[in-house]
């Protein structure tokens, strides 16, 4: 079942979309251009300066070909008429966040989005962090997509006049602001209904009863009444116990070939299981594993999947920013190993945060500590291992073949 919600049964909007770095840079280099146009159909665009000024950093600076490519193409894009308004740089230092770029980023979107309570403000990222922060603004017209489902909100949602249900969900988030601020008999801003009131059916909520008027759950008192108070005159009976069966009996069960016949099948069951369980494990490759690097194994039984904790998602990008100052290996190791460990405990899965966050770890550690040493061998296995669904995928193809591993 879809998680859309059709727009003809609910007001018309505006939809501002605020893009951070990575989102924006993550649209397939085949059609990226246009990519970046269907976004200006679903709605108004703006790129932070935060953003706007790290795409132009790596331009200039960038040491990985492919996304200075990217950010040169972007550049490109924005000089060449789109509809994409840059807006100053934002920042609030009462967002609890010490990347101060992520900060800038989200001060940006909370701008327009208390500027703008009537239109509909999507941040677009893939960070955890971000998207935890935004549910906990306290604004009803915010929420968060990312550039996937952005792809799929233009290619499938938005020809049969759906929304995400992301969305959907911040449409009710702002008729409920409404309707509690005394507009119950108007209509919301944008609305296309026609002009008629907003219901105040079901949807109103109703005031608390009393608590003296609150009756006594029915089951509660059923079992009061069916419960029988014990008199003085009652005795318990003694506990019937089973008769042991006699040695005669024994004898009889032991002498039946039938009983004998089940018997022997049991006991041959019971081996062949035992037998069957001892599958040979098949040896390991170490020249595989990356020293010091957590294998990717699995465990046999994993745990439930669950959301990647957003302290670590920070420390992540905490490490990566780090890295960037001091060239130390070990703070890209250390979140690496851990979101590795969590994986493997999950039976090797992770929520999108989670294996975008490991991803990006192991290509940076690949290619900025392994082969920057001269460890083409150890930097090959270690991207092998990044999946297909990393948003610059396309980074570590061209690297593994330019150079022939």
């Known amino acids: 079942?879809?998680?859309?919600?059709?727009?003809?049964?609910?007001?018309?909007?505006?939809?501002?979309?605020?893009?951070?770095?990575?989102?924006?840079?993550?649209?397939?280099?085949?059609?990226?251009?246009?990519?970046?146009?269907?976004?200006?159909?679903?709605?108004?665009?703006?790129?932070?300066?935060?953003?706007y000024a790290e795409i132009s950093l790596l331009v200039r600076n960038s040491q990985m070909p492919r996304e200075q490519a990217k950010a040169k193409e972007f550049l490109n894009f924005v000089t060449n008429g789109c509809r994409y308004q840059i807006q100053p740089l934002e920042d609030n230092r009462q967002i609890p966040i010490d990347n101060q770029k992520d900060r800038q980023i989200i001060a940006c979107a909370y701008k327009l989005s208390a500027e703008n309570p009537d239109a509909v403000v999507i941040l677009v990222t893939y960070d955890i962090t971000l998207q935890a922060l935004v549910k906990q603004s306290g604004l009803p017209n915010f929420c968060t997509l990312t550039a996937r489902k952005l792809g799929v909100w233009f290619h499938e949602d938005y020809k049969r006049d759906t929304v995400p249900l992301e969305i959907h969900d911040t449409y009710r988030r702002m008729q409920s602001q409404h309707r509690s601020k005394?507009?119950?008999?108007?209509?919301?801003?944008?609305?296309?209904?026609?002009?008629?009131?907003?219901?105040?059916?079901?949807?109103?909520?109703?005031?608390?009863?009393?608590?003296?008027?609150?009756p006594e759950p029915q089951l509660l008192k059923?079992?009061?009444?069916?419960?029988?108070?014990?008199?003085?005159?009652?005795h318990p009976l003694p506990e019937s116990r089973p008769n042991p069966p006699s040695p005669s009996n024994i004898l009889k069960i032991l002498t039946n070939p039938i009983a004998i016949g089940a018997i022997v099948t049991i006991i041959v069951s019971l081996c062949l299981f035992s037998f069957t369980k001892r599958e040979p494990t098949p040896p390991s490759n170490p020249s595989s594993q990356v020293p010091g690097i957590v294998s990717d194994k699995a465990v046999v039984n994993p745990e439930r999947l669950r959301e990647t904790p957003p302290e670590l998602i920070t420390e992540i990008e905490t490490a990566v920013l780090r890295f960037q100052r001091t060239k130390d290996p070990l703070t890209l190791k250390r979140p690496l190993n851990i979101l590795q460990e969590l994986k493997n405990k999950q039976g090797g899965k992770l929520d999108e945060a989670g294996e975008q966050s490991l991803s990006r770890l192991k290509h940076k550690y690949a290619i900025e500590v392994l082969a920057t040493s001269g460890q083409l061998a150890e930097a090959a296995s270690l991207l092998r291992q990044i999946p297909q669904t990393y948003s610059d995928i396309g980074s570590v193809r061209d690297w593994l073949v330019k150079h022939n591993r």
């Open 182 to 214: 005394g507009l119950s008999g108007g209509t919301l801003p944008g609305d296309n209904t026609g002009g008629r009131p907003i219901s105040s059916g079901s949807d109103t909520p109703r005031s608390p009863r009393p608590i003296n008027e609150v």
């Open 1 to 51: 079942m879809s998680n859309t919600f059709r727009n003809n049964e609910s007001p018309k909007r505006r939809h501002l979309l605020v893009f951070d770095t990575s989102a924006l840079l993550s649209a397939n280099e085949r059609d990226r251009v246009q990519v970046w146009r269907n976004n200006e159909t679903l709605g108004e665009c703006y790129v932070p300066g935060a953003t």
């Open 222 to 234: 059923q079992v009061k009444q069916q419960t029988p108070e014990p008199s003085r005159d009652y």
